[in-house]
């Protein structure tokens, strides 16, 4: 393969660098410029002139100019300057496109899982075993927020433990990508993997506009560690403003705020492993019938809930329900229900705005079904999960009530890829009777 061949690449690397200069405090920037893109660009355009680099052997090189490039700056600038780089779509190699198995995006807005066997190689991923495990040792570890109630009774059933790349509260980076802990080679070598991951989703994928923003903290990824007995229960990752706070759109938005919009794990545990005997298998909630419509939000409008699908009735499809809270309305009622047909044509479900806390007071579905105009929309409308108030939680709201889901298990086996959105499918881990070891993470969307 020629030079000439990859001579854009090697001159957006070359940008990328600048703008991770640019980005550094002036003791880095003083460095010469020239300097380290020698350094970087060098092995790629040695190994570039050679005629018989076949696309894999390519593929990996570039993302080896990626991954190096990573070294010596900030995780925030490392993580969005690959992302950046990877996603100009001018520019990126053509396997950026073409990463993810034929039919991934398809799922992925469908509102399905995608699920990639042997992902990652077994060297790979008894690396990334044998650091977590060593990380964990050395103590780099944090309890999972769901296990820190010291009044729950079943102790080994929250053995959760985490190693985050930042702190959400304080916006401090966090060990999993301080290169002084455990092996930063391996991690950076999967950030930058799954940097290419992102990108691919940013040129595909319907609506997420914001998917690949240059927005600070977007790399949220973290070693995750299960102990015996440790299981998760049901939840969905993100949820909409108006479903956490009563009245929660007019709220006011942190600076640089995101959302989680693709949630990903990758599972490094023994190659030994065994459902039937060491469980900790990945629980989907998937829905039955694929929808109609790309799944999750609809720009700054996310998805609350579904219209179920009735048999093969082509004019009663699965479709995802939408809620814009900031519809033409009286003060504090400003909230429609909409969704979409096949033709992608906007549908209002709701007969008039109704109050913004309507929903988050209320018990699930029922009332929400009271604002629809046409009583066959609401006997098909369900949420994705319920509220999480007060209300809702005292009367412990069954979670499938419309009998539109289908269960799908996942083996956590050594390798396996699994990402989904983050907004529209709720899913849990079964207990696992084995230490379980793994990789996840959540692409980031800016708020709009």
Not at 336 to 356: E, V
């Amino acid at each position: 393969m020629a030079f000439t061949d990859i001579g854009k690449f090697l001159i957006l690397i070359v940008v990328c660098i600048h703008g991770f200069l640019l980005d550094e405090p002036t003791r880095f920037r003083q460095k010469s410029f020239s300097s380290v893109v020698d350094k970087i660009l060098l092995p790629l355009k040695e190994s570039a002139s050679s005629d018989d680099n076949d696309s894999k052997d390519v593929d990996s090189q570039r993302r080896g100019v990626i991954t190096r490039s990573m070294a010596g700056l900030t995780a925030e600038a490392a993580w969005r300057q690959a992302v950046w780089a990877y996603s100009q779509s001018d520019n990126a190699p053509a396997s950026t496109t073409n990463i993810l198995p034929e039919g991934s995006f398809e799922t992925l807005e469908a509102g399905k899982a995608v699920v990639i066997p042997n992902w990652l190689g077994p060297a790979e991923c008894r690396a990334l075993r044998q650091d977590i495990a060593a990380c964990y040792q050395a103590g780099h570890f944090k309890n999972f927020v769901l296990s820190r109630n010291p009044s729950k009774a079943d102790r080994e059933a929250n053995d959760r433990w985490i190693m985050t790349s930042f702190s959400k509260r304080t916006g401090q980076d966090g060990p999993f990508v301080d290169a002084t802990i455990g092996n930063i080679e391996i991690r950076q070598t999967l950030k930058a993997r799954m940097a290419q991951i992102k990108a691919s989703l940013t040129m595909r994928l319907y609506d997420r506009p914001t998917l690949a923003s240059n927005v600070p903290q977007t790399h949220e990824m973290e070693y995750l560690r299960y102990g015996q007995g440790a299981y998760l229960q049901r939840h969905t990752d993100e949820h909409h403003i108006e479903l956490q706070y009563a009245g929660g759109s007019a709220r006011p938005k942190k600076p640089n705020a995101t959302r989680r919009s693709i949630t990903w794990m990758v599972y490094v545990n023994e190659p030994d492993w065994d459902v039937g005997r060491d469980g900790g298998q990945l629980r989907l909630h998937e829905r039955a019938m694929p929808s109609v419509s790309p799944v999750g939000a609809r720009g700054r409008h996310l998805q609350i809930g579904w219209l179920r699908a009735v048999g093969n009735d082509a004019d009663r499809p699965e479709q995802p329900v939408f809620l814009d809270p900031n519809h033409p309305g009286p003060e504090n009622e400003s909230c429609m229900l909409f969704t979409f047909d096949r033709s992608g044509h906007r549908i209002d479900l709701s007969r008039a705005p109704f109050p913004n806390a309507y929903l988050y007071l209320s018990y699930g579905d029922l009332l929400a079904r009271k604002t629809m105009v046409d009583p066959i929309f609401s006997s098909r409308f369900h949420l994705i999960d319920g509220p999480k108030s007060l209300v809702s939680s005292a009367l412990n709201r069954p979670e499938s009530a419309d009998g539109g889901e289908r269960i799908r298990d996942i083996p956590p086996t050594e390798g396996t890829l699994v990402f989904f959105d983050s907004v529209s499918l709720p899913h849990q881990v079964l207990t696992t009777t084995r230490e379980r070891f793994g990789v996840q993470g959540w692409f980031h969307e800016a708020l709009l």
